[in-house]
């Protein structure tokens, strides 16, 4: 029996591979060449633009003196180093270099080194290469010692920003060290470092203090902050940054990686706030600390099965509020978990979740619902089809098994409420030309523990089973399409094309729909008899390059309901919430018994690739307005984007709360242009007559670096704070300072 070949080692991603150089000497080789040659037995006295070229290096001066024998070469006057492997060159007044161990010394030096650019989001890069200067350097090997000299890699002779230090430590493609560093811009000292590392890698993990940042704010006080990055090892890493608020107290944050192995990884997210409380004008502090975790990770179990999780916890949501750095997670009352496992195969699908999701409905801690899937387990089955004589045939199940739980103010269930779902359909379709009937027919069957007692407050033991029926009809008529010329600015061709619909849905069997707690959308199954028209116009553009582009969608749709009080499940006068006006429209319209739903409209208009604009819309029949409208525009010309937004809700008998709320983005430039670059945005809300989040940003980049300042703004709920953050970025490096990547505008 053959033996078993032995695995693979890893691939090393910092591994530098040296390619072979064309026309170049031998490994054993040296070429030299001047105007003029003597020669002393082994010794070679070149004179006159001398060129001493290896495979490794290159070195060019008026004269040098090489001991062939030694391998030793004494360079003099406008000396001219290359390595090929690193590709780093330097210039010297006078140079001892040996060519077989590829050691050497440079005397009044200066060199580049090319930049390693590794673009990311907010990151200002440059294709300027590193320089550096120095009284002299030693070549060991693989390494660069610069003595009393300056790194940067802005363009000389006057760089704005330099590392200067007694000594350098440069390893190239690996790192580099500077010992008692100052980090000057123009001549004044902006931060110092008894040692400053950084990675020249591919993909760099090292040890070290991250970069301290200082800023202030009208409810925070000075913001002085720092941290640590750990790289445990190949797999595993952790950073920690402390952040010292001066008048509320300590931040902590820690953010915790992993890679257990190569199909499966992780990230565990804490940050939390040691509150000494807001100081009112009476003296008092109100505290709003707290903490928050988020973690995510997947897995692949073998035999089919994978795993995926994500978790958040939130201790409080007036925690979120005071100390949450963006807009759009302050007014972000839900908190979401869930992890599953599942696995798929053919048509069919296994999945076992749990879950648990808190809305709060105010700052208050216990003013929250939570609701708790603690296991839930689910087998589906997509359409198959079984039959294909006379008329085709398709199955297909839906089922779910689970423990749910529900806590809120006015009532708790038990730990666990056991519920069971099961719902087998059946499907065809009957084509006559270019029309298409699909009907389909399916049986529910629902077990849920425990209900509301009739006619009473609070939670009963006794349970629910629920018998539903239901049948639909699709019908799908011919589109109707017509092909014009299109205007020159749009393209060569355009193409109109109409595309109605209709539906019919029959659903009975749901009794007792006011009994039935809550969980998710399986309670707000209803009695209904319904028929739904929609109007689709699309038009599409090709252009002159032959790509075909949707220039123009506008969709409406519209139900007639045959039962206006859904089989009882409606209460005049209260917020009904059910699954076909779910499924329509995100905004609740049943207040009462009605046999028509309001008409909901989606416009998309986008004629060319840098601008659009999206209007959705829902117009009530029956108070003859629009109940909601949200419009959203955006453009980019050049160097300058617009975004504006509208959004507005009108109440009725308390549906939805009202809204009416502008937010717009203005700019000029990008994280990346020279010169000038700045952008304004806000939140006003109508209602309240007040700016309740703006940010302006303003950054002046230069070939090497960045300055950026930006002044916040939050006024909402017990919030109302002013921010200053600033920045300073070096390209292909990074930045410090206040102002994180996640909260640029740019």
Known sequence: ?????????????????????????????????????????????????????????LIEADEIDYDEESGD?????????????????????????????????????????????NPRPGLLTTTNPFSFQGEWAERLKDRYILYNGFLTNCKLPKPLWTLRAPKFDIIPNDRALAHKAWFKVYKFPLFYAPVFYKSLQRQPRRSGFL?????????????????????????????????????????????????????????????????????MQSGERIKEGGFLISADGRAELGHGFHAKALVNYLSGFRFRQAFTETFNEAIFSEVQSVGYVSRHWSSYGLNMVVSRKENFLSPYETDKITIRRLPQAE????????????????????????????????????????????????????????????????????????????????????????????????????????????????????????????????????????????????????????????????????????ETVEALSWQVWHRRYFDPTFGGAVVDGERNVLLTSVELTGYAFLHQPRRYSPIVSALRVNPLSNAGIEWRADYDPAFRRFSNSSITAYARVSRYFLSLGHAYVKSVSGLSPPFNQFRGLFGIGNENRRG????????????????????????????????????????FGTRNENQFRVAFAVANIGSFGTLKRQERIF
């Open 1 to 57: 029996m053959p033996k078993p070949l032995p695995s693979a080692p890893l691939p090393n991603p910092n591994q530098h591979i040296r390619a072979p150089r064309d026309n170049a000497p031998g490994s054993n080789e040296v070429w030299v060449s001047a105007i003029s040659q003597q020669v002393d037995g082994r010794l070679y006295k070149l004179r006159g633009k001398v060129r001493l070229e290896t495979s490794e290096a």
């Open 73 to 117: 070469a004494e360079a003099r006057g406008n000396v001219f180093f290359r390595h090929f492997e690193g590709n780093e060159e330097l210039k010297a007044d006078r140079a001892e270099y040996n060519v077989t161990d590829e050691t050497g010394t440079f005397y009044n030096v200066k060199g580049t080194a090319p930049g390693k650019i």
């Open 211 to 279: 970069t301290p940042n200082i800023g202030n704010s009208s409810r925070r006080g000075k913001m002085v902050g720092a941290g640590y990055y750990w790289a445990i090892n190949r797999s595993y890493d952790l950073s920690y940054r402390s952040q010292l608020f001066t008048q509320r107290g300590f931040a902590h944050t820690v953010d915790f990686r992993g890679k257990p192995r190569p199909n499966a990884d992780f990230n565990f997210y804490l940050y939390g706030v040691n509150d000494r409380g807001l100081k």
């Open 676 to 715: 000038w670059n700045a952008a304004f945005s806000a939140f006003y809300d109508f209602r309240q007559g007040t700016m309740q989040f703006a940010t302006t940003q303003v950054t002046y980049n230069m070939d090497c670096c960045g300055l950026s300042f930006q002044y916040r703004r939050f006024n």
């Open 379 to 546: 087998f589906n089955s997509r359409e198959r089809q079984i039959n294909d004589k006379v008329l085709p045939v398709w199955v297909s199940l839906e089922s779910s098994a689970g423990l749910l739980r529900r806590k809120q103010p006015l009532f708790e269930t038990r730990s666990l409420v056991e519920r069971l779902d099961l719902e087998p359909r059946i499907m065809t379709a009957v084509r006559w030309k270019d029309f298409s009937l699909i009907p389909s027919y399916s049986i529910r069957e629902t077990y849920v523990g425990s209900s509301f007692r009739p006619q009473a407050p609070g939670v009963s033991g006794s349970n629910i089973l629920r018998h539903a029926r239901e049948l639909s009809l699709d019908l799908v008529p011919p589109s109707l399409a017509r092909v014009y010329d299109a205007p020159s600015f749009l393209g060569a061709k355009m193409k109109h094309v109409i595309e109605p619909r209709a539906g019919f849905r029959y659903v009975s069997g749901v009794e007792d729909f006011r009994n039935v707690i809550r969980f998710d959308e399986t309670e707000l199954l209803s009695n209904t008899k319904q028929a739904e028209v929609s109007l689709t116009n699309r038009l599409f553009v090709k252009k002159t390059s032959g």
